[in-house]
Nanobody
Framework: QVQLVESGGGLVQAGASLRLSCAAS????????MGWFRQAPGKERQFVGS????????YYANSVKGRFTISRDNAKNTVYLQMNSLKAEDTAVYYC???????????WGQGTQVTVSS
C-alpha cells in the first residue's frame, strides 16, 4: 500500500519561502508521476504543479510559475515543492499525489497547511 506523507507547512509572512516535502513508501516511487495540489477554504482543489518520474519535465499552474519549483529525489522517495515569494493567496492545504500515468493521481497524502500572512 502506497503512503504519501507531506511535511514542511507552516505560518509565514508574505514574501517568505517554504519548502514542502512529500515522502513516499510502499510503492515504486521512481515510476510515479508526482503532483502538488492545494485547496483553500471554500474553494475547489487546484493543481499547483507536477513532475515526471525521471525528473526531466515539470509543469506549473500559471499562478505559481516562476515562484514555485518542484523537484524529486528518487533515492529518497521524496518530492519537494520549493515555494518562494509567497503571497496571501497561496494560503491553503497542500497535497501531494502520485500515479503511474501522467495526470492520473491515485495516491494522495493527508495534506499540510500553509498560511501566508499579509
Amino acid at each position: 500500500q502506497v503512503q504519501l506523507v507531506e511535511s514542511g507547512g507552516g505560518l509565514v509572512q508574505a514574501g517568505a519561502s517554504l519548502r514542502l516535502s512529500c515522502a513516499a513508501s510502499g510503492g515504486t516511487f521512481r515510476t510515479y508521476h508526482m503532483g502538488w495540489f492545494r485547496q483553500a477554504p471554500g474553494k475547489e482543489r487546484q493543481f499547483v504543479g507536477s513532475i515526471s518520474p525521471n525528473n526531466d519535465s515539470a509543469y506549473y499552474a500559471n499562478s505559481v510559475k516562476g515562484r514555485f519549483t518542484i523537484s524529486r529525489d528518487n533515492a529518497k522517495n521524496t518530492v519537494y515543492l520549493q515555494m518562494n515569494s509567497l503571497k496571501a493567496e497561496d494560503t491553503a492545504v497542500y497535497y501531494c499525489a502520485g500515479g503511474v500515468r501522467p495526470a492520473v493521481y491515485v495516491y494522495w497524502g493527508q495534506g499540510t497547511q500553509v498560511t501566508v500572512s499579509s
